[in-house]
């Protein structure tokens, strides 16, 4: 605590400060020459906040502190009118364009996936340490400290106000995205299956064409219930307690083999290599692998160019064993690939660029939910002149 | 492209007209369905998968109603449509785009990118049914 500065207040405040003789610190003074130390406090409270904060850099977290103590020191400098600070007591004040820094930081939260409570949290840490380094300082309230506080814990307020009004339109816009897409998905077997029962009542339909109808309607019927099944997979590893995986001795090469097979027996116009390498009996979930890699090799099958190969390999090494999977195709563009594999928070959906599908994104999901819940990782890359290859690693030693 | 003999024969009997119709899909078993429900309403219908094919399939077949699918990859509906669009042999075809978007927005974008009508999957056949009645009426009436 001895390094916190004892300074007497600036001139901006002088008059009032000399008129009550007060010998402490302005609290807006205090929290400017004080900065480094409130926002280390706060970021080792974000930190806490896990498992979400270990993906914020240092760098994210402090650039947006900043810009809101800038703005609540400011807001406290600034007069106010009685008038004024009724309406914003009661969050009837109008938004400035200065505390867009809380929205942005609502944003970075919820891309972070923290969750509101946290949000909440974060800001009842700010104003407490606040108020708590600054009462060591300035032990003798006064009647003007009485008045910062109450401007400062409006100013707190009104960012936290508007940090978890941003926090909730967008997570309203993302489930509208989501749902929008999930009925986007939807549409196009409902569509095969529609119009494929409307050609089999008709008579004149040949015996030949009558089977293939059959088998459309039968795909088509596969692909809606996995998107079913799938929606059910995310809400339990979203809302529940993560996917479920039962560990059993099994055989990565064989678990491969088996469903390459399964998936050159459903698309024979294509071709679909498998390279198997090295010690590859280990423990984990076969049914989840095995979905795993029907995710994996499916979406190489749906957006690979179609007289293009598809490259499966799965390699045994001293760390980890690693699949990969190969194709080339139309890359996915840079702005999508950092959200590729999160259904729900995807950004945006252009139907014009690469088909934006829920099918890709709800499988990618939980292919990443599977790979995570296994201990291991996956990346993505993607380019016009590589293709794209999805790479899983699972290390021996979780 | 205009009316072919053939048609206003069919039209002036009271039938159907018989129109070439382009189904562009990068589902196949849409793509192949939707070929054959056309077939079925006694047209003559043919199907691409993306794109180039369906272009470089236009520019010989010439069809008179085109059935696009928007989100394709590689070149995407809109781009097909306007690709098409500035084709001598297809200045009187009719643009219909069938997507799994209903959204207000995306009918604007296809009316701007110069489709006649915007279907919703799953296609109503009775919609379809009446675009394709109503084109000959008023070809006819021409």
Known sequence: MEKISKKLASSKHGKEQDSTANQGVRLSEFIHQNEKQIVSEWETFARTLTPAANDMTPLALRNHINEILAFIVNDIESSQTDEEQIQKSQGGKEKSSISTAAEIHAALRLAGGFEIDQLVSEWRALRASIVRLWSVANIHMDNADVIDLTRFNEAIDQELAESVCHYTQKVSYSKDLFIGILSHDLRSPLNVISLSTRLMLDTNVSQERQTALAKQISESTSRVTKIVDDLLDITRARFGSGLPVIRAPMDMGVVAEQLVNEIRAAHFDRTINLEVAGELKGAWDKARIGQMLSNLIGNAVQYSFKDSPIYVTVKGTKDDVILSVHNKGVPISPEKIGTLFDALTRASIDEGDHPGSVNLGLGLYITEEIVISHGGRIEVVSTEKEGTTFTVHFPWSV | ?142
């Open chain 2, 1 to 142: 492209m205009g009316v072919t003999s053939a048609m206003l024969k069919e039209t002036t009997a009271g039938e159907p007209c018989r129109y070439r119709v382009l189904v562009v899909d990068d589902d196949e078993g849409c793509a192949k369905t939707l070929t054959w429900i056309m077939e079925m309403l006694g047209h003559d219908a043919q199907f691409a998968l993306d794109g180039q094919s369906a272009i470089g399939l236009a520019r010989t077949f010439h069809p008179q109603v085109v059935l696009l699918d928007i989100g394709l990859p590689g070149m995407n509906g809109y781009e097909i449509c306007q690709a098409m669009r500035i084709l001598p042999a297809l200045q009187h075809t009719v643009f219909i785009a069938q997507t799994g978007w209903g959204k207000k927005e995306h009918l604007e974008r296809a009316k701007n990118a110069g489709f006649d009508h915007h279907l919703v999957k799953p296609i109503n056949l009775d919609a379809l049914k009446t675009i394709l009645v109503d084109m000959g009426k008023s070809r006819f009436s021409k």
